[in-house]
């Protein structure tokens, strides 16, 4: 049967042509807009879990409502000990401690008077330890530009743009002011060792990286930190997992009122995630109901101006014995049939430009200039399991809804009318 209807189906090309078409078309835009969208919001969870949230979070709660304004007053004390605890009962999960802070960072000139300076967005993380997680964290090591990584204590690193709009280089020096965790001024003198872009506007604006112990020793927040940051095992977040996590640490201190207790926040707990998360889940079956619905409305006229065509056919073969029913699902499978061929060949289409996005990407990084979104400049498409069947679904499904809904047309005709047609 199936040689048959593919035999028929190459022969009569204007029967199959077009309606293979339209179903190509709309798988392989099918597939490339689901590897879009699922590229550009997997990237802004990586980018966020990297620079800002962690797949889970640690801050007292009198930080955690005040984030924005990064209130090291109220940021975490004894971080070794609680480091050392997680470590022991999660064993599974990469935990690392940071200090944000914000200060006005100074570039003196030859006679060390103040030759120009910019507000800086402050971030301390482990640069100096031999097994810290932080450069591959934070890709530092792609992302420097120019210089080297800090190899030493005083030594730091800033944005690339931020040094062209300081007119500074590695190697020169530089003075942070800033305030203290107690509230005092805190002035402390740096070497800059490089300058990176990480491809994130709001980190290349202003972002000036360094050690954690130097920014412990500048802010005097010995054995303290702004905030723990919690990553899940092959560094993939599962939100079901972060929140089986944070529920348990949580449920410690349920009954406490204390505002400098921890209190661990899951990514989507944090930033407005939750909404684009579920608009993210939400997305692709939309997607595939409206190329569904279309297709099929395109596969039912083109099924309607083929049956006009085939009633002759139709005809014959209920003239030589068989009945509407042989007719009909005979119809149907020769729509499944096109519906497979074109799926196949839309879904190796769709991949195959969504591999060469993956790739190569889309920089809109001068439409984002003023974005304070956690989110690459340089936007992909990302291949999943997933996009190697989702284009089935409509494609299959909407030739042969097309034609089922068609045929009813002929399959109430009357036999007689049918064969009246013929004579014609």
Sequence with gaps: MIRFLLKGLLRDRSRSLFPIL??????SLTVLLHGWITGVIGDMVNSNANFSTGHV???TKAYAENEDQMPNDLALLGVDEILTDLRKRYPDMIW?????FGGLLDIPDENRETKTHGPAMGLAVDLLSNKSPEIANLNIEKAL?????PEKPGEILISDDFATKLGVSPGESATLLSSTMYGSMAMQNYVIAGTVRFGVRPMDRGAMIVDISDA???LDMSDASSEILGYLEDHIYDDAKAAEVAMRFNAEFAGSEDEFDPVMLTLREQKDLASYLDMASGMSGILVFVFVLAMSLV??????IGGLRRYGEVGVRLAIGENKGQVYRSMIYESALIGVIGSVIGTAIGLGISYLIQVKGFDFGSMMKSSTMMLSNVLRTQITSEAYYI???PGLFSTVLGTMLSGIGIYKRQTAQLFKELEV
Excluded: T
Excluded at 96 to 100: A, D, K, L
Excluded at 299 to 304: D, H, V
């Design 22 to 27: 339209v179903v190509i078309a709309g798988v």
């Design 57 to 59: 979070k640690i801050m």
């Design 96 to 100: 690392v401690n940071r200090i944000r």
């Design 145 to 149: 530009v120019h210089g080297r990584l």
């Design 216 to 218: 412990q020793l500048a």
């Design 299 to 304: 596969l039912w006229n083109a099924g309607l």
């Design 391 to 393: 284009g089935f679904l």
